[in-house]
């Protein structure tokens, strides 16, 4: 039992480049979501999935795309990447709707844009 | 809608004196509050939970926090500072979705 792995750990991106961020969980979550730190903002939600097949936009959702083909996977992708993307990422997960533990999250993909 | 606010974005105390990270919440439903530890590098780790049992509540490392309605606070405490509680300490609550918002954290410094 993994927990939520995310990959890579650690990204340079030059501007204007692609890529994504993936994130796993062997627990069979069916909420999972996507946040963004970055110093003094405390996590910030990007996007977030309540099961396969649905996706909704969090608090900072532009120049993000996510999808949720199976309950294990919700990967993140950037578009087209700018500086301000440069940020840590963590990708968290929990049981269902309606439960009362705490999220789980991954150790997280820290993201430099140049 | 539900936010967090940590008061002080960072706090110093000395080893084995009182640790108190302050959390205020608004929400418009019964919340669940949490409190998650993050060390440097690392990702974030549940210390606690209030999810409308008990009000005192107990967690990992020596931990607990107190759920008052009244002042709509969720402070966390440690009686005694150890070194290795140096990190940064975030609130966060939940409620009426499974959205969780988070506070801007408190960086936690203990000095010898």
């Known amino acids: 039992n993994a927990g939520v792995t995310q990959t890579p750990k650690f990204q340079v991106l030059k501007t204007g480049q692609s890529m994504t961020l993936q994130c796993a969980q062997d627990?069979?979550?069916?909420?999972m979501s996507w946040y963004r730190q970055d110093p003094g903002m405390g996590l910030r939600l990007i996007h977030y999935s309540v099961g396969a097949g649905i996706t909704d936009q969090g608090e900072v959702p532009n120049g993000y795309n996510v999808s949720r083909s199976t309950t294990e996977d919700f990967p993140l992708r950037l578009l087209s990447a700018a500086p301000s993307q440069t940020s840590v990422y963590f990708c968290?997960?929990?049981?269902?709707?309606?439960?009362?533990?705490?999220?789980?999250f991954g150790s997280g993909t820290r993201l430099t844009v140049v | 809608a539900q936010s967090v606010t940590q008061l002080g974005s960072h706090v110093s105390v000395s080893e084995g004196a009182l640790v108190l990270l302050r959390c205020n919440y608004s929400s418009s439903v019964p919340p669940y509050l949490f409190w998650y530890v993050q060390y440097p590098n690392q990702g974030l780790q549940l210390l606690l939970k209030?999810?409308?049992?008990?009000?005192l509540v107990k967690g990992i490392n020596g931990f607990e926090a107190e759920f008052k309605k009244s002042e709509t606070s969720f402070h966390l405490t440690k009686p005694s500072a150890h070194m290795s509680d140096a990190a940064e300490y975030f609130c966060?609550?939940?409620?009426?979705?499974?959205?969780?918002?988070f506070g801007k954290g408190t960086k936690l410094t203990v000095n010898p």
């Open positions: 966060a609550v939940r409620g009426g979705s499974e959205k969780l918002v």
């Open positions: 209030y999810t409308s049992a008990a009000t």
């Open positions: 627990m069979n979550h069916e909420y």
């Open positions: 968290a997960s929990i049981l269902r709707t309606g439960s009362r533990d705490g999220y789980t």
